[in-house]
């Protein structure tokens, strides 16, 4: 099948690799990109290098417990660092034979493939909608399914639902029963294409711009209404003051004159927040944004990134626990240095913040080839129209 207009970046790199060596053929089509199982175990162990990719190394955990042969799992120094025990926990509850060689149950993991069996799970994704997410993929690969239970309050659920979205639309079954998931799989065909939208965490800094400078910016091939979680921080810059335009496959923004403080529960939009505290710090008066305590296990611990991100630019920014409250009015006096802590998040915010100032200083900006590499021509693009 076809995949049309998907993420071309290191993720999306990763994660195909690690297909590839499961047995799956992906190879680039005129439409975006050409995939084929079946996946095939080996009597070998199978390296799975997710690189620096969370959502890999989340989904395969799963598919590989659900596919005959032997795994390891590897990743970056950093990816190996973030959370996967509650997804861990939960295929071993599944009887999935899942061996972490890393503390609290971090990659990398030696997974005993086709152990993962038909049944109810309870997941603690507190950490991570993802986890979720990867228990309801592999589910059409368990004979018999599985039934997914959530436990406690967990961040980005919206994509939980869009997961649910991409599983019906190749034809597999997914009910809500009590909270929790039941998914088994489809009789049907997958369809011969599907069309992946864009993605709002990437396109929200490029929106902001128009908060930062001025003007209008319109954004191609975004669905609306969206499932994805990072729409929910347009509402963020409605409240900013942003005139906001949406339409199927299109968003715009537009600000004449400064925007306003924000005060926000970003537990849904984590990605967005870099981009959101660059915003805010140029607004008069104080923001704060909570609900962001799962920031801490991401790319990088992006509270307190971001909090250095602002400092380094003479701004005024304090870290709770859960949420970063910020001092608006950054005026930028001198160039910059702006540290990023090789994150391709704070990349883009600390390019929000350098638009005001020219001379600064980003550090690493290479770092967006993770997820967006053509965000610096695609922001040059804007400023030159």
Known sequence: MDLVGPLEAEDTWALARCLTAMGAAVAPSTAGLSVHGPLRGSDHEVILDAGESGTAARFLAALAAATPGRFRLVGSPRLERRPMAGLVAALRAGGADVASEGQGDRMPLAIRGGTLRSGPLTVDATSSSQFVSALLLAAVAVEGGLEVHPEGPFPSAPYVEATRDALEAFGHGVSVDGGGFRVGRGASASPRRYEIPGDYSSAIPLLACAGILGGEVGVAGLAWPSRDADAGALACLASMGLELSMEPGRVRAACDGAV?????????????????????????????????????????????????LLRAAGGSVREERDALVIDGGLSLPRAARLPTAADHRLVMAASL??????????EGPGHVRKSYPRFFADLESLLLR
Do not use: M, Q, W
């Open 260 to 308: 306003r403080p924000l005060e926000a529960v970003a537990t849904d939009f984590p990605d967005s927040v870099p981009a959101l505290a660059a915003l805010a710090a140029f607004s008069p008066g104080t923001s704060r944004i909570a609900g962001i305590a799962h920031l801490r296990g991401k790319e990088s611990d992006r509270i307190a990134s971001v909090a250095a």
């Open 353 to 362: 913040i350098a638009l005001r100032r020219s001379g600064t200083l980003i």
